[in-house]
């Protein structure tokens, strides 16, 4: 039987483990119970002696590359990564790797267990541990990387059945959007008029465009005979291998982001203007001037495309200098919501103009700014139901 003891972490018990592996390497797995440490040391006993009694050290690790039931789920993790690589956006496996490389992966080393020794005490312990450092949406999104992982492993023979189908997620939280109100937009506005980020911020917010949007904006989406820009191309970052790459793709978010939208007149003439500006810039920098990035919207005055990290920093710092209040660039996409709905445009309306894929989700975000209607709802209340007349309050004896 192998060796262990109970330690107290953060007023939790866990269970620590102590073997030599097959490479004659001391290891000492901690796995959580999940059990407070006040009242619960006989059950925490308890629980050690049947993990040390059924706990199996793993055979062998990732080193040749191969799935084995075996092999640490640590490196099982790390290896799927490389499985679904090929088969996911860049900014989708980005994403992924961030969280299975920065979370799920130092936990589970840390406890030893195998693949095929996971169960689903060790999956829940997992995310109540990440509870007390990150919100619950957080850990819905490990769970959905882990169960994927796990889907694939059933898939391949590996493990009978998908340990984490019996784990509780947590419940997600709402989300409240942040935003400028109308006064704050046009104090924003005047405050940034003469930096290079000017009509990229007032297009962002006067049209609600994602920030991947508003940067792969082209000139040859926009017409100006028929005044419409058509949302069709995106440039955001991806951190591949250490690395962030910039990523440049014909496509959308969704099928609904694919959207053609009006070209108003004071947004027209600012981007003439702009055009003008650039062809002005390739005159006075010559052969200097960039190539790559020729036809995007938003360049600087060499041609070099804006770069997306920079923009969120360089945002960051404009609001602190002008004394506004501080949000995500992301917001002004909330804030042209806002001023929508304000104004009685239908939710239905606002979900074409920001290419929501569902009207549901355009709903599930912005309803709770949706006040004018909550007005309506009382009127009709206060008319159909009357009131008895009382000259002092019920609750007075």
Not at 352 to 362: A, K, N, P, R, V
Request: charged fraction near 25%; glycine fraction near 6%.
């Amino acid at each position: 039987m192998i060796a262990g003891h109970l330690q107290i972490k953060n007023d939790y018990y866990f269970m620590v483990l102590n073997y030599t592996d097959v490479n004659g390497k001391r290891r000492q797995p901690w796995v959580a119970t999940g059990l407070p440490a006040k009242g619960n040391k006989k059950r925490a006993e308890k629980m050690l002696m049947e993990l040390r009694q059924s706990y199996v050290p793993p055979a062998a690790s990732k080193g040749n590359g191969e799935f084995s039931t075996n092999m640490l789920f640590a490196d099982y993790m790390e290896l799927w990564l490389e499985i679904i690589r090929g088969s996911v956006e860049k900014t989708t496996f980005s994403s992924y790797t961030q969280m299975v490389k920065g979370k799920i992966v130092p936990y589970f080393r840390e406890t030893g267990v195998s693949l095929g020794g996971l169960q689903a005490r060790h999956i829940q312990s997992f995310y109540l541990h990440e509870l007390k450092t990150v919100c619950a949406n957080t850990v819905i999104k490990e769970h959905a990387n882990i169960h994927k992982a796990l889907k694939y492993a059933v898939k391949m023979d590996l493990i009978p059945y998908n340990p984490a189908d019996k784990v509780e997620r947590p419940k997600k939280q709402k989300f409240i959007a942040d935003y400028y109100r109308l006064e704050e937009l046009e104090q924003l506005f005047e405050a940034t008029k003469d930096h290079p980020f000017s009509l990229l911020i007032q297009m962002t917010a006067f049209y609600g465009l994602r920030r991947s949007e508003a940067l792969g904006l082209r000139w040859d989406a926009i017409d100006f005979e028929r005044n419409t820009i058509t949302i069709r191309h995106i440039v955001t970052t991806a951190k591949i291998d250490g690395k962030y790459e910039v990523i440049r793709a014909d496509r959308a978010k969704n099928t609904s982001s694919l959207r053609s939208l009006p070209l108003v007149p004071g947004i027209r003439e600012k981007l003439l203007a702009l055009k003008e500006q650039q062809e002005e810039d390739k005159r006075v920098c010559g052969d200097c001037y960039g190539k790559e990035y020729e036809g995007y919207v938003f360049v600087d005055a060499m041609g070099n495309l804006f770069n997306p990290k920079t923009l969120t920093a360089v945002f960051s710092r404009l609001l602190e200098k002008a004394g506004l209040r501080h949000i995500r660039f992301h917001d002004l996409r909330h804030s042209c919501a806002s001023l929508l709905l304000a104004n009685d445009v239908p939710m239905k309306q606002i979900q074409e103009w920001l290419g929501h894929s569902d009207i549901s989700t355009t709903a599930n975000i912005y309803s709770h700014l949706d006040y004018k209607s909550k007005l309506t709802s009382a009127s009709v209340m206060d008319n159909i139901l009357s009131l008895p007349d009382s000259t002092q309050p019920g609750w007075r004896a």
